[in-house]
Nanobody, 120 residues
Framework: QVQLVESGGGLVQPGGSLRLSCVASGSIFSIYAMGWYRQAPGKQRELVSVITSGPSTNYADSVKGRFTISRDNAKNTVYLQMNSLKPEDTAVYYC??????????????WGQGTQVTVSS
C-alpha cells in the first residue's frame, strides 16, 4: 500500500508564490520519476513538471522560468516551487510517482490533489 499526500495549495494573488509538497509513504522499495500535473475546470489534466531519479527535470512551456521542481529522496518527497503565479495557473495540482513496491511490483500512483487559486 502506497500513498501520496500533497500539501501547500491555497489562494494567492497574481505575482505571488506557493510551494507544493508531496510525500510518498507505505511499502516503497524505490521511487523513479515524480511529477506534478494540474487540471483546471473544463480542461484535461496536463503535465506541469517531472523529475527523474537521475535527477533530470522537465517543464511545460507555460511554467518554464517560473516553477522549479525538486526532490528529497531521503524523505520520499517532491516539491514544486511556484513563482510569478498567474490566474491561468489556477487548477487542482496532482502529485504523481512511479514506484517500485517492497513486493517488487512497479506502479504509478496519484495523490488526491491540492487546489491552487490565483486571484486578486
Amino acid at each position: 500500500q502506497v500513498q501520496l499526500v500533497e500539501s501547500g495549495g491555497g489562494l494567492v494573488q497574481p505575482g505571488g508564490s506557493l510551494r507544493l509538497s508531496c510525500v510518498a509513504s507505505g511499502s516503497i522499495f524505490s521511487i523513479y520519476a515524480m511529477g506534478w500535473y494540474r487540471q483546471a475546470p473544463g480542461k484535461q489534466r496536463e503535465l506541469v513538471s517531472v523529475i527523474t531519479s537521475g535527477p533530470s527535470t522537465n517543464y511545460a512551456d507555460s511554467v518554464k522560468g517560473r516553477f522549479t521542481i525538486s526532490r528529497d529522496n531521503a524523505k520520499n518527497t517532491v516539491y514544486l516551487q511556484m513563482n510569478s503565479l498567474k490566474p491561468e495557473d489556477t487548477a487542482v495540482y496532482y502529485c504523481n510517482a512511479d514506484i517500485r513496491t517492497t513486493t517488487m511490483g512497479r506502479y504509478n500512483y496519484w495523490g488526491q490533489g491540492t487546489q491552487v487559486t490565483v486571484s486578486s
